[in-house]
């Protein structure tokens, strides 16, 4: 398994970002100023290729759809023998193609995958093709110093990322004045506001549950508190705690009595991702548990702009500390290893990045890019949610990735599928974790 570079190292280098993103200009040029090496003219007699770009931005609304669209579209437009052809999927459609596409060598041109344990599968099986060749000093100098290792193995990069998250509580704060309740600083809080809010008519907190992994993301906080501090899930990969440890049980419970004490909206096992998101642009629930991937899209909604605030998950029991987050390096693009059009995808996927940052930056999407942003924030008219999450970053001490990033993909169903069994039945946190050891020791 591929050599870490430790968090402090990566976390160093968004502050160093932050204070540029904060203080910098934004670097113009044209699209064919970074990274375009062809023109129209030139491209005219070439033979036409169509290129598969298999991807997660399905809502046209979303600044990261927009951003993405536009610079294809200006690829496209330099080089007209080159189309782009999209595969709009959710996240949990593109998981289960991806899989049934790898077990085929049947790969999309350009697909999406996320780091670690996810990643690990698709780089053993060689279906994806490494990207070294790509990472000359001009690309390679746009990413965050260290992100790269998460989609690294055995010294093959084999995924590129465009986002690098922390995750925590989004908060509505209208919706919290009108139930009377104060912003949380204990996970006992939390559990406090419930009644209130359910007096006022209001969710307390939104959450994907059809989508099984929100939950487990905020699952991986409350065990990350309960621990005391990160590193759990990793000391059970390297084989010095287990999952019957008292502190995955503990958490486990946690998650329980916030469930049963209605924390979350009703039917939450049925809400899937978008409708979850976009329930909360609308003005539906008091609290949502994410990633800061959502802000630009929130600061997008004319319902909730200017009335959210973000939060660090509070300490659980007097446990934790909330300068320690769950660290989503991103997801990122990754090339099919039998691409009929390597070569060309290579080509696009450099530009896609090379304008990435920029792109986004101009479109209010540049909180949370793996990539590195010059342009002064608060000139460009970035909301007050994104300067204070920006500014969140540099506090970041420690970080732990999700459960599904960390451990092995038939232990992470049984967690998922048993924490999404939790929304609807209670069920014995004891038991539970003793189900993730056994699944554990018959895969690891």
């Known amino acids: 398994m591929k050599k870490r570079r430790t968090l402090t190292m990566i976390m160093s280098t968004v502050l160093a970002i932050t204070l540029t993103a904060c203080g910098g200009s934004n670097g113009g040029g044209s699209a064919s100023e970074n990274g375009a090496t062809n023109t129209p003219a030139a491209n005219q007699n070439k033979e036409n290729i169509t290129i598969t770009f298999q991807t997660l931005q399905t809502d046209k609304s979303a600044p990261q759809y927009q951003v993405e669209e536009e610079i294809a579209n200006n690829y496209m437009a330099e080089n007209p023998h080159i189309k782009i052809e999209w595969d ?26 996320n780091p670690g344990a996810q990643l690990q599968p698709f780089a053993d099986g060689k279906v994806l093709a490494p990207l070294n060749d790509m990472l000359d000093d001009e690309l390679k100098g746009t990413f965050l110093e260290g992100v790269l290792d998460y989609y690294t193995f055995d010294g093959n990069v084999y995924a590129l990322p465009y986002n690098m998250n922390i995750a925590g509580i989004f908060y509505n704060k209208e919706l919290f004045e009108q139930a009377g309740v104060e912003p949380p600083a204990t996970f006992e809080d939390i559990i406090a506001s419930v009644p209130k809010f359910k007096e006022a008519g209001i969710p307390a907190m939104m959450v994907a549950g059809k989508d099984r992994w929100p939950l487990s993301f905020m699952f991986t906080n409350i065990l990350q508190r309960v621990n005391g501090g990160p590193k759990f899930l990793d000391d059970v990969v390297a084989g010095n705690k287990q999952f019957t440890d008292p502190v995955f049980v503990e958490a486990i419970a946690k998650l329980q009595e916030l469930i049963q004490a209605g924390g979350y909206q009703e039917g939450a096992a049925t809400y899937d991702y978008n409708t979850t998101s976009q329930q909360f642009r609308d003005g539906i629930g008091a609290m949502y548990y994410m990633g800061t991937w959502e802000i630009s899209t929130i600061d997008s909604s004319e319902k909730v702009a200017g009335k959210i605030g973000f ?78 999450a920006m500014a969140l970053f540099n506090e970041v001490q420690g970080g732990d990735m999700n459960f599904d990033n960390v451990i092995e993909p038939a232990t992470t169903q049984t967690h998922l599928n048993g924490l999404q069994g939790l929304l609807v039945k209670e069920a014995d946190p004891a038991a539970l974790a003793a189900e993730h050891q056994k699944t554990w020791e018959a895969n690891k």
């Open 88 to 113: 709009r999927l959710d996240i949990e459609q593109q998981k289960v193609k991806l899989k049934t596409q790898a077990a085929s060598g049947e790969v999309a041109d350009i697909t999406m995958v």
């Open 311 to 388: 939060l660090p998950f509070p300490t659980v029991g007097g446990k934790g500390n909330a300068s320690d987050f769950v660290i989503a390096p991103g997801t990122a693009y990754a090339l099919g290893a039998n691409s009929k059009h390597l070569d060309e995808s290579k080509a696009f996927l450099k530009y896609l990045l090379l304008n990435y940052p920029k792109v986004a930056f101009e479109k209010k999407a540049a909180v949370g890019l793996a990539q590195k942003v010059e342009g002064d924030m608060k000139a460009a008219g970035y909301s007050d949610l994104a300067i204070e």
